[in-house]
């Protein structure tokens, strides 16, 4: 229903030292927590007793996929899982050649690969192994990699060293797994660090497990305790004889961590590079109410109530209704079993739809100042809809919206599903308006006074400095220079149109 961005994907792997146990209902249980990040396919590959892998991947929700018979049937102590997120109508979006675990075998390798992420410099790695004679079955950039650390393994045995020669090749935001045929799991993150990737153990007196996923909250879930994250431009190597390897392949002066992870993508109970989700959140929230003048208005003040859009504004409601001392309402009833409508097209049924999941409970806000708690505006439809509803039907004197992230100005070039720049309410608004864009934003959603957060304030929050965040969809500075150049191009599109 809402104009979100989306993330692309969870990846999730286990290896225990106990040949006679399973890990297919731990990579059940870790996808299942990771669900969030990707519902359109599920996956696993196990590495059967013997040396082979086996994979399964279909279209749908991890308990429709990964149904009991299924994990009864596909038993081994190593396994690594995704969970896929796709743009609806990208190519190929329903085959299960774009589904993931990505299952390479030759006559001389073998190995599956879950990806989360994207590479900038597809175009040029692909034709470079076009020329060298490899034929792809999709245009993704999970068969790139593999096919791209298929060919350097011909020449060598050694997985660290091949995987040091691809990362060296790649330029992208990626986290990675990688299960080999002798049952090993490698797990990589990019040298800036753009997505998440964190290891955890389960030990007690029959088997020793490792994990590795995309967050920790599905380390949690198993009952296992997180280690650490896996560092920018590091290679974890999981070996159910050798317990844990590491070697930092790629070392950076900078990382660039998505600062979208914190106010939207990752689960409130994960702790992502050592910050809580949670309580970042709730800093957010606090920092907003903090730098806000409306709460000196007593008249306004006396008569508020403050009102998070559900779920994801819910964290930030509480950390400002803490910080301004004023009552926290539960304003808007989400309906649960309204599923998948963001996808559906043309405004007028949009707009259907946000009535169908959101009905304002017109008891607890009626003749009330709302102060209105959400994550960030994308395209801005929907929630001129919110605001229409919170007053229309709810009856509610004022809407005070406050939005946790800084206006996003710039498309992600790094694996986020985004608008253009021109379908970005902030993006464009700024080239029509300059510094006027943002009353012009609180004009067309229909708020009556409207405040973001700041960047400074959210590096705060997040305890991150700029030298460790990825703020481009804020700043339309990237920190990979392939793609500011893309940027650039687009930029002076929407400038030439406005
Ligand atoms: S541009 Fe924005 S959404 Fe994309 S990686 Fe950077 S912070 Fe995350």
């Not at 249980?29 to 196990?46: D, N």
């Not at 229909?446 to 703020?471: H, R, V, W």
């Amino acid at each position: 229903m809402r104009d979100k961005v989306k993330d692309h994907c969870a990846i999730f792997g286990v290896i225990s030292d106990d040949i006679g146990y399973s890990v297919s209902k731990l990579l059940y249980q870790g996808l299942m927590a990771l669900q969030h990040r990707g519902q359109e396919s599920t996956g696993i590959s196990i590495l059967k007793t013997g040396g082979n892998i086996i994979t399964y991947k279909k279209s749908g929700l991890v308990s429709k996929v990964l149904e009991s018979k299924v994990l009864s049937q596909y038993w081994g102590n190593v396994g690594i899982g995704h969970n896929r997120y796709a743009t609806t109508g990208a190519t190929g979006y329903k085959s299960t050649d774009y589904m993931q675990p990505f299952h390479f075998k030759n006559n001389e390798i073998e190995f599956s690969m879950a990806f989360n992420g994207t590479i900038a410099n597809f175009d040029e790695v692909k034709k470079n192994m076009d020329e060298m004679g490899r034929v792809f079955i999709t245009d993704t950039d999970t068969e790139v990699i593999a096919q791209l650390i298929g060919s350097i393994a011909l020449g060598s045995e050694d997985w660290p060293e091949v995987l040091t020669l691809a990362g060296r090749l790649l330029d992208g935001s990626y986290s990675l797994i990688l299960m080999t045929s002798e049952g090993d799991i490698y797990a990589m993150r990019d040298p800036l660090g753009f997505k998440p990737l964190c290891i955890g153990e389960l030990k007690n007196t029959k088997r020793n497990i490792y994990f590795v996923a995309s967050e920790s909250c599905a380390i949690d879930v198993v009952g296992g305790d997180l280690i650490r994250d896996v560092l920018p431009g590091e290679i974890v190597h999981l070996s159910h004889q050798k317990d844990i390897h590491s070697e930092i392949i790629i070392k950076s002066n900078r990382t660039a961590l998505c600062q979208f992870e914190f106010v939207y993508f990752a689960r409130p109970d994960s702790t992502i590079d050592g910050v809580s989700v949670a309580e970042a959140r709730l800093r957010l929230g606090e920092y907003l109410a903090k730098n806000d003048p409306i709460l000196m208005n007593s008249e306004i003040r006396d008569n508020a109530v403050v009102v998070p859009v559900p779920d994801s504004g819910r964290s930030f409601a509480v950390g400002y209704a803490k910080e301004a001392k004023l009552p926290y309402v539960e304003g808007l009833m989400k309906n649960r079993y309204v599923h998948r409508t963001f996808i559906i097209p043309g405004q007028a049924k949009r707009k259907i739809a946000v009535k169908e999941k959101l009905n304002p409970i017109k008891s607890v806000i009626s003749g009330k100042d709302v102060i209105l708690l959400d994550d960030s505006i994308v395209r801005g439809t929907t929630t001129q809809q919110i605001i229409a509803l919170l007053k229309d039907k709810g009856e509610a004197k004022q809407v005070h919206l406050r939005i946790s992230s800084p206006p996003i100005i710039s498309p992600c070039y790094m694996g986020i599903d985004f608008p253009t720049k021109n379908e970005l309410i902030a993006g464009r608004f700024q080239e029509l308006y300059g510094e006027d864009y943002i009353e012009e934003i609180r004009k067309k959603t229909g708020a009556d006074t409207l405040i973001y957060q700041t960047i400074e304030c959210l590096m705060k929050a997040l305890q991150k400095n700029q030298s460790e965040l990825c703020l481009a969809c804020l700043t339309g500075i990237y920190p990979l220079k392939s793609v500011q150049k893309l940027a650039e191009m687009e930029k002076s599109i929407v400038k030439s149109r406005a």
